[in-house]
Nanobody, 124 residues
Framework: QVQLVESGGGLVQAGGSLRLSCAAS????????MGWFRQAPGKEREFVAA????????YDADSVKGRFTISRDNAKNTVYLQMNSLNPEDTAVYYC?????????????????WGQGTQVTVSS
């Protein structure tokens, strides 16, 4: 089992920044790739970013490329999502997820564990 707990969400003005955290616990956590997804009101869940724990590779959705950065702190078993240049379209519930696989990391169906989500609201 892998337990994931997101934090760091809140209200921020357009153009501002926010840093989300995902604290992970459980067995063989380093074997899991990690991803961030988000779901805005009236829309389906979409991929944001992913990171491979084994290789350190990162992947970003086109909508956030250049603005968001996913990273990890292995000593703390924590994954981060640094969000810069936020706009109202980034408003959503952000979810942290863990995948047993190494491919198709942009597809939420390939993730095995999910956090509870944290709300991010960007005001215009």
């Amino acid at each position: 089992q892998v337990q994931l707990v997101e934090s760091g969400g809140g209200l921020v003005q357009a153009g501002g920044s926010l840093r989300l955290s995902c604290a992970a616990s459980g067995r063989t956590f380093s074997s899991y790739a990690m991803g961030w997804f988000r779901q805005a009101p009236g829309k389906e869940r979409e991929f944001v970013a992913a990171i491979s724990w084994s290789g350190g590779s990162t992947y970003d959705a086109d909508s956030v490329k250049g603005r968001f950065t996913i990273s990890r702190d292995n000593a703390k078993n924590t994954v981060y999502l640094q969000m810069n240049s936020l706009n109202p379209e980034d408003t959503a519930v952000y979810y942290c997820a863990a995948s047993r696989g190494i491919n198709y990391l942009s597809n939420c169906a390939f993730y095995d564990y999910w956090g509870q989500g944290t709300q991010v609201t960007v005001s215009s």
